[in-house]
């Protein structure tokens, strides 16, 4: 492990179901996540993706193997200890934006501050400024555009001032100038809060603007290369 090791998954395998329904999703996984880095987990559908994404942080417990996290085990804390850890450090966007429905733009944000105890200097206006939605902030994520409601879900996931954010094919439901500005977004608050990111992704343009990729096919690491 590197000094700078942030994330290490040593040797993970992850199984759903038993018997003749039993699915390797994970197989011997090992990959280190540097403070700072910016890391594209690349790869086709059904690869393991979201189940990497998942056992880093810490929202399922790898079948075998460990993750450590800022150099402790995640994998075999309890599940308050793991929802603490999430709380202090690690922060998620899924690919549908996930926004409680019956909540405005300016609430999902709120709550999500609230729960991980409000450790960002952002007010959720600011958050929403930054993403360049405040003129949103009463609106109900039914009404917003896809683009729109996966800007609310960046300003969510920052406002939980997260040394880590994890996103799970955040352009996935996007259109392709939608997708391109949402992934100047996430550089542009990469850039002003220096958090560590990880995107899972099956599209190269993602993978083409992070600092390194991670290749992952049936559930095995196939290449891990560096960008100059
Ligand atoms: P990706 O995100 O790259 O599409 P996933 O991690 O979602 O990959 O899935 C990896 C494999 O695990 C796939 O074969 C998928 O069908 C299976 N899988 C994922 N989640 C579950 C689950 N909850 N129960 C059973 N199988 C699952
Ligand atoms: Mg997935």
Redesign the pocket.
């Known amino acids: 492990m590197s000094m700078e090791g942030l994330m290490e998954v040593r040797d993970v395998t992850?199984t759903?179901?038993s018997g003749e329904?039993r699915?390797?999703?994970?197989d011997h996984v090992s990959l280190t996540v540097d403070r700072g880095d910016s890391v594209a987990l690349w790869?086709?559908?059904?690869?393991?993706?979201?189940?990497?994404?998942?056992v880093m942080g810490g929202l399922i417990v790898p079948t075998a193997g460990v993750v450590n996290w800022d150099r402790k085990p995640l994998s075999s804390l309890d599940a308050r200890a793991r929802s603490h850890a999430r709380a202090h450090g690690i922060a998620y966007v899924f690919q549908g934006a996930n926004l409680l429905p019956t909540l405005t733009a300016f609430e999902n944000v709120s709550f999500a501050r609230h729960v991980s105890r409000g450790e960002t200097r952002f007010s959720p206006t600011d958050l929403l400024e930054l993403v360049g939605l405040a003129n949103k902030a009463d609106s109900l994520p039914g009404e917003l555009s896809g683009g729109e409601a996966q800007r609310v879900a960046l300003a969510r996931a920052v406002a939980q001032a997260p040394r880590v954010l994890l996103c799970?094919?955040p352009t996935g439901h996007l259109d392709s100038d939608t997708s391109e500005r949402i992934l100047d977004l996430i550089e542009a608050l990469r850039r002003e809060l220096g958090f560590t990111l990880v995107i899972?992704t099956?599209d190269t343009n993602v993978v083409a603007r992070v600092d390194r990729e991670i290749e992952?096919l049936d559930?095995r690491i196939v290449r891990q290369g560096a960008f100059a």
């Open positions: 992850v759903y179901g329904s699915v390797v999703a994970l790869g086709r559908s059904g690869s393991g993706k979201t189940t990497a994404l998942h799970d094919e899972a099956h992952i559930g």
